[in-house]
């Protein structure tokens, strides 16, 4: 059974920074895809960076510039680092693991910006 623990989220004052991780375990076929997601309340779930097994990135417009993913595959763990946060980042974030042809989904880390 795969297993994702995610940590690092908080409360941060706007244009601060934090790192979020994601650890997965329990598969014994290879981590594909890994990404982080958030939503706000009153709001859809939304992909906020993704990261492939060869290591192509692809970002939401409205984070780029500001947040980086990477991962470690020797560790199965999927990083973000979020710079210049604004309030608008606040939302529960998400990790999320492919494997094979299923999604896995971590259990979420809430993310505050105050202003």
């Known amino acids: 059974q795969v297993q994702l623990v995610e940590s690092g989220g908080g409360l941060v004052q706007a244009g601060g920074s934090l790192s979020l991780s994601c650890a997965a375990s329990g598969s014994t076929f290879s981590f594909n895809a890994m990404g982080w997601y958030r939503q706000a309340p009153g709001k859809q779930r939304e992909l906020v960076a993704a990261?492939?097994?060869?290591?192509?990135?692809d970002y939401a417009d409205s984070v780029k510039g500001r947040f980086t993913i990477s991962r470690d595959n020797a560790k199965n763990t999927v990083y973000l680092q979020m710079n210049s946060l604004k309030p608008e980042d606040t939302a529960v974030y998400y990790c999320?693991?492919?494997?094979?042809?299923?999604?896995?989904w971590g259990q979420g880390t809430q993310v505050t910006v105050s202003s």
């Open positions: 990261i492939s097994g060869s290591g192509s990135t």
């Open positions: 999320k693991v492919q494997v094979a042809v299923w999604d896995y």
